[in-house]
């Protein structure tokens, strides 16, 4: 039971385009949301967060979009550089129901940027 | 401030031995996480633990134990390791519930044959 989905493995996208990558979730008591960026042989790092009370959260090039009504967010990465390549996972917690602090993660996208 | 730290990096064990993956955290941390990450299937959570003396069984604990015994450390312990635990294994850490970004260490790449 895949709580938290990355329908798209890899993505590649051209230095400067936008990067879009999208996360799909099933559970409508989810009302925190994540972002975190691996690079090889590293452990995941945070990058970006979104309550359920907002739709939008950017910070510098990053910004996360999020449709509860679809159970659906978006991470948009402008302008997309070489550095940003790596795997990107998003995640999600229910907060309100629990203080256990659980993360359920999607299984990944790789995302790949070209010169 | 070291932050998270994993030890071993690497480990390559036969089937039916045991070992212990370390993790230590120097932050102060009271919430503590063991995920495992296999390809294509994201990470998924072990065991957790919200303080010292608190453990609890996540999505996949079945073949692992672990204990916390101090703020501190929060080791995993494979007793019966089996090729269905070859994965890369992370340990991860926050200070609690509301503040919900993880700090992770760099992982144990773990291989069973």
């Known amino acids: 039971d895949q709580q938290v989905k990355q329908n798209s493995p890899s993505l590649s996208v051209q230095e400067g385009r936008i990067s879009i990558l999208n996360c799909d979730y099933t559970?409508?008591?989810?009302?925190?949301f994540l972002w975190y960026k691996k690079y090889p042989a590293e452990g995941p790092t945070f990058l970006i967060s979104?309550?359920?009370?907002?739709d939008k959260n950017e910070d510098g090039r990053f910004t996360v979009f999020l449709n509860k009504s679809a159970k659906h967010l978006s991470l948009h990465i402008v302008p997309s550089q070489p550095g940003d390549s790596a795997v990107y996972f998003c995640?999600?917690?229910?907060?309100?129901?629990?203080?256990?602090?659980?993360?359920?993660f999607g299984q990944g996208t790789t995302l790949q940027v070209k010169p | 401030n070291a932050g998270v730290t994993q030890t071993p990096k690497f480990r390559i064990l036969k089937i039916g031995q045991s070992m212990t993956l370390q993790c230590t955290q120097d932050?102060?941390?009271?919430?503590m996480y063991w995920y495992r990450q296999d390809p294509g299937m994201g990470l998924k959570l072990i065991y957790y633990?919200?303080?010292?003396?608190?453990?609890d069984k996540g999505e996949v604990p079945n073949g692992y134990n672990v204990s916390r015994s101090t703020t501190e450390d929060f080791p995993l312990r494979l007793e019966l390791a089996a090729p269905s635990q070859t994965s890369v294994y992370f340990c991860?850490?926050?200070?609690?519930?509301?503040?919900?970004?993880?700090?992770f260490g760099s992982g144990t790449q773990l291989s069973v044959l």
């Open positions: 991860a850490s926050k200070g609690g519930h509301l503040n919900e970004k993880l700090f």
């Open positions: 559970n409508s008591m989810f009302d925190y």
């Open positions: 979104i309550s359920s009370i907002k």
């Open positions: 995640a999600a917690s229910a907060v309100g129901l629990s203080n256990t602090g659980k993360l359920i």
């Open positions: 932050m102060n941390h009271n919430y």
């Open positions: 633990s919200v303080g010292a003396g608190i453990t």
